[in-house]
């Protein structure tokens, strides 16, 4: 009898801990569902897990929701080698850090009121940089490499402004190092113009990684080269340089017909033009149209 008192005891206590776990987890708050970054409309909002690694554009929303959301491990994760590189200036040696150890040092960083200053892509190169000011603590270099060696610096290098690196070749936009010095300034394109708008990078077009050529709907065959020079070639009216790749973007410059200017990236696709980001003989960079409208097929034209 006391066996069947005992066996109905164990059976009872079995039933109330199967029913005790599963009120518990009736019980429990489900943690928001991680939506995809969709190609462009608006914002970041809750997560930045799921994005189109070969859009530059929503690489930089993602660092944007990273840095305002406490996330060091989506920076983390941008980061594809074992290493990363630091240098205190572009061109000069690096020293190399794993890819745990940047981590960590993203971790003592990030939430602490960094901000997405702005980007730019280098001409000739699959490389796009992101610029990122406001660093609390500051980064600190001690030591600097190069092909014969490392060496110890006089002075630790501090900088609260710092350049992420990112390589395209592949076909993804990937972290592989900091440019530990401030920006560029007038060189870089706002974050905000990217975080706060549309602006997508259309299939295969420009900030897609890999950089294949792209014809743009409504505009003109595409007939300018990055690296190579453009010249005004309207029949009276000149061209405006604009802020960024947008008819309204602020207007930074004004160029008479016959201007020269070097195309260093491009294109992007935008109202119906195609624009490149070109600089003129005074180093001011800039985005203009190629064309063109109904007085001039072209705005811009290779030059002779």
Partial sequence: ???????????????????CKTVSQAGRVQAPTLQALQPSQEPLRET???YDHGDAYEIIRAIDFALQNNRPDILRDMVQAENVFYSRFEGEGNTIVTRQEFYEALQQRVGNG?????????????????WVEGWNPAWVQTDYCDISGCY?????????????????????????????TPSRGNDLIACSQVTSSAITAPENGMGRAGFVDLSCAGAPAQRLVVGAHAQVCT?????????????????????????????MYGPICADDWSWWQVRDESGQTGWMSEG?????PYFLCPQP
């Fill in 1 to 19: 009898m006391m066996a069947k008192v005992r066996i109905g005891l164990l059976i009872l206590a079995a039933l109330i801990a199967v029913a």
């Fill in 48 to 50: 930045a897990t799921d």
């Fill in 114 to 130: 960094a901000a997405c200053q702005g980007y730019m892509f280098v001409p000739s190169m699959p490389w796009m940089l992101v």
């Fill in 152 to 180: 110890v610096l006089d002075e630790p290098w501090e900088s609260s402004s710092t350049g992420l690196v990112f390589d395209g070749e592949s076909g993804e936009w990937e972290l592989i190092g900091v440019y530990n």
């Fill in 235 to 263: 029949l009276r009216d000149s061209v405006f340089m604009r802020s960024s790749p947008s008819r309204s973007a602020d207007r930074i410059g004004r160029y008479a017909p016959g201007s020269t200017l070097e195309v």
């Fill in 292 to 296: 063109g409208d109904a007085i001039d």
